[in-house]
């Protein structure tokens, strides 16, 4: 079908500019490999690797197959009470990635989800434990987790907040964020100041009393408040301060894990282990929607107390563990050992480093951060138009240079192919100078 602006009215886009993307949509019909198809016959180079969810290409042929053969078998299984094979093997699959330590996993079918599913389970693992006065929940600014009501209470990004003010979750607090341009402007990597900003839990600490407090979430790198690598020792002070306090940690990793850093998590590439680890997007490639909670096997079995026929957590979703998702997932994690997928990143991050940092000396351009697989570059925004130069670049690179590039407001965000080619990279940001060269 030939989508004309009267067939896009009816769907309420997500995160999207609606008004003005519907004067001129822009329609993709197939993808392949790094590339999508375009409605007007055009093939795009996808420079954000879906939503940081494609890290292995479009429509990877074994994932494509493993999908097809599932759904000729087992289209469905009741997840309460009921299992099937696949559900239990991904679990071992990723567990066996996952840090020491981290045993169990809990299917959801987002990241929003998994975030929701990892605060109730630190909730009830201390009221398990005797100290159900543990409820406060300690985010960060400028995080992002997701936006059902917990993930966005303990979010930290104030246009995700606004509108919803009143009605977020009681109880929670949030860390300063580390992004200091006095201070770590155009780091390359993770900087060398702020690991002193992890003390703010300490006084987070002190003011509502540690013993209320039951879990503090962050993401290792937070990508769509605009990729800010942690201070070296950051995660680290973090982790001292909840262990002394009693305090879990959790890990965001909806987009860190499965290779973006050049590691399963980012909990390894950094070598801090979190109580918790959320994950999504990567597990399947996203082809499948699915999500998980990675727990550490001390919350895990506080919990499994009771008669043994009660349930011991009153929480999950009617598609945890599809198979279909399942499946997904298997193929994705044959392909990543199969082709050396975290090596290959490690291989690859300093020419993308190289690669963005040139656009450094652009006279728009006011920062660029990286880490692993992740970049942004911030572009000063015109007087009067905050997110305008932004969306103009998004728009002139799909329409003029074949390219997609994500924009959030005047920021650029960059996510790879985590088997990307090097002179894809370079491409890249070639293009995006030029467009940046074009445009007020």
Known sequence: MNTGNSAVESYWMPFTANRDYKKKPRIIVGAEGH???????????DAFSGLWTCGLGH?????????????????????????HAKAFELADRVTDLAPDGLDKIFYTNSGSESVDSALKIALAYHRARGEGHRTRLIGRERGYHGVNFGGMSVGGMFPNRKMFGASLLPSVDHLRHTFDLEHNAFTRGQPHWGAHLAEDLERLAMLHDASNIAAVIVEPV?????????????????????DQHGILLIFD????????????????RFGVTPDLITTA?????????????LVKDKIHDALMTGPMQMIE??????????????????AALDIYEEEGTFAQVRELESHF???????ADHPKVTDVRNFGMMGGVDLESRPGEPGMRGLEVHKTCFWEEDIVVRHSADMLQFSPFLNARPEDITMTFAKVRKVLD???
């Open 353 to 359: 480093e190289d690669a963005i940092h040139s656009l």
């Open 222 to 242: 937070p990508g769509s408040a605009g990729i800010l690598p942690p201070p070296v020792g950051y995660l680290e002070r973090l982790r001292e301060i909840c």
């Open 438 to 440: 074009s445009i007020d």
């Open 59 to 83: 429509c990877h042929p074994k994932i494509v197959e493993a999908v097809q053969r599932q759904v000729e078998t087992l289209d469905y299984a009741m997840a309460f009470q009921m299992g």
């Open 35 to 45: 590339y999508y198809h375009t409605e007007d016959g055009r093939k795009i180079y």
């Open 281 to 293: 997007k990567g597990l399947t490639n996203g082809v499948v929607p699915m999500g998980a909670v």
């Open 253 to 268: 990793e909806v987009i860190t894990a499965f290779g973006r850093l050049g590691a399963p998590f980012a909990a390894e």
């Open 313 to 330: 957590l009153f929480h999950g979703y009617t598609y945890s563990g599809h198979p279909l998702a399942c499946a997904a997932g298997l």
